[in-house]
């Protein structure tokens, strides 16, 4: 591996790669004139609207793991730009719905396009998408992602 040391730990590859990753999203959105949050949010709702869901900030703040004050903050920066409607739920108006508009459903379908060809990329070493050692590789993430880490004292 290039550029990384011998005896180079588990989090400190998971940390360079994460940087790789992000490095890569924000050069392959930035011609769209997305952010990597932005992207984030965008493509999680339309997931989440394929489902048939019409996720709350606070429901999609826990979907993507952003912190919800966050997810707020770009809610209303895509909503100036029209990608994104914020509604009052009809039964609770302290809780804000999110929809994307028909601008936010052509600017993100380019967006998922771009980030699937990283993906392509870089699961390509482990013989693309569809092989058995990237599943492997996404139990062991996700075992790793769900692990409960106990408080600092």
Do not use: C
């Amino acid at each position: 591996m290039s550029g990384v040391p011998n005896g180079a730990t588990p989090g400190y590859l998971v940390w360079r790669l994460s940087i790789k990753w992000r490095v890569a999203v924000d050069q392959a959105l930035d011609p769209l004139n997305l952010t990597h949050a932005q992207y984030v949010l965008l493509s999680s709702l339309f997931g989440m609207e394929r489902s048939g869901l019409r996720p709350s900030q606070r429901e999609l703040a826990d979907h993507t793991g952003l912190e919800a004050l966050y997810v707020s903050k770009l809610a209303r920066s895509l909503e100036t730009a029209g990608l994104v409607r914020r509604t009052r739920d009809t039964d609770d108006i302290r809780i804000v719905r999110l929809a994307l508009t028909g601008a936010g459903h052509a600017a993100v379908r380019p967006a998922i396009d771009a980030v699937q060809e990283l993906h392509d990329q870089l699961l390509a070493p482990l013989g693309g998408r569809d092989d058995p050692r990237t599943a492997d590789l996404v139990r062991t993430l996700t075992s790793l992602l769900e692990a409960p880490l106990a408080p600092h004292a």
